[in-house]
């Protein structure tokens, strides 16, 4: 059988096959390499010259389009590649960056292919139950509730009401979905790519 040519036909007179190298359909020649001027050309169009131009616009239309998935299917392989290599690699890391801590008041050990480190993330007021928080929020300061195509109370008024529940003349009492987290250390591992 045959291999099918890039343009989709199995035999196909108009393309030399590899490369979708096409012809000029009033001279036969490469179409990089004619001399035909369209302009001059056009009224020699009959309807076979014509299908001929509208079946290269619609190959090459859908040569695009398979371009286009071919590339979204190996970006998205590969995306999901580095998360897996990632997902694997970073616990062992993490245990080499703990057993060989950085000297001095570094956070960081710099490695030949990147970086490992810790971060602190900030503690503070963070929003567990946005429902509650905003029903907590109607009965006691409707005011800073924000709506949209849903409720929602903005961080810095989370943060507002926390540190006036907590001040000596508050309450103590942190509103409902809200609860105090402590700032933590994190690990990273910040590969550097080769060149």
């Given amino acids: 059988m045959t ?30 390499n004619c001399d035909c001027d369209t302009a001059d050309t056009a009224d020699t ?16 239309s859908a040569a695009v389009e398979v371009a286009k998935a071919t590339a979204a299917y190996y970006v998205s392989s590969a995306e999901k590649e580095a998360a897996r290599t990632a997902e694997f690699f970073t616990p062992h890391l993490e245990q080499y960056f ?55 109370v903005p961080a810095d008024a989370i943060k507002s009401l926390v540190a006036e529940a907590m001040s000596d003349d508050g309450t103590g009492e942190i509103p409902a979905g809200v609860e105090l987290v402590d700032d933590r250390t994190v690990f990273y591992a910040k590969a550097k790519a080769n060149k």
């Fill in 3 to 32: 291999e099918p040519c890039l343009c989709g036909a199995l035999d196909c007179a108009e393309c030399r096959g590899p490369g979708a190298e096409y012809l000029c359909p009033n001279c036969s020649e490469h179409v990089d």
């Fill in 98 to 152: 703990r057993k060989n801590p950085p000297k001095g008041k570094a956070k960081s050990i710099k490695l030949a292919s990147g970086t490992l480190g810790t971060r602190t993330t900030k503690g503070g007021p963070r929003t567990v139950d946005m429902d509650a928080l905003v029903e907590w929020a109607a009965e006691n300061d409707p005011t800073i509730i924000k709506t949209k195509t849903s409720h929602t």
């Fill in 45 to 60: 169009y009959d309807e076979g010259k014509a299908t001929w131009a509208l079946g290269r616009i619609a190959a090459t």
